[in-house]
């Protein structure tokens, strides 16, 4: 699975409502990503990758696609996604 595949996952199991989650999706306008929310979604980013996240590194990410690209940035290990 890749990065994003997994990312968009992660997000998919922290959202209240079912939506369509693409790269291009906006978090906060596009799928109600509120500041709790945003934190458990790093919280399970943490978990899935055995990594520890700055969350003050994550404000101001606009879209999903901005998740994988500041992961793959931060902590390139990540980059292949989950098996």
Same mark, same amino acid.
């Given at each position: 699975?890749? @990065?994003?595949?997994?990312? *968009? =996952?992660?997000?998919? *199991?922290? @959202? =209240? ?13 596009? @799928? ?8 458990m ?27 994988? =690209?500041? @992961?793959?940035?931060?902590?390139? =290990? ?6």
């Amino acid at each position: 699975m890749t @990065l994003e595949n997994t990312i *968009r =996952e992660i997000i998919a *199991r922290n @959202l =209240e409502i079912k939506c369509e989650i693409t790269s291009q999706s906006r978090l906060i306008d596009d @799928l109600g990503v509120d500041s709790f929310t945003m934190l458990m979604i790093v919280d399970d980013i943490e978990e899935e990758f055995s990594i520890v996240i700055d969350e003050n590194n994550f404000s101001g990410l606009e879209k999903v696609a901005d998740i994988s =690209e500041r @992961l793959i940035k931060d902590f390139p =290990e990540v980059e292949g996604g989950r098996q």
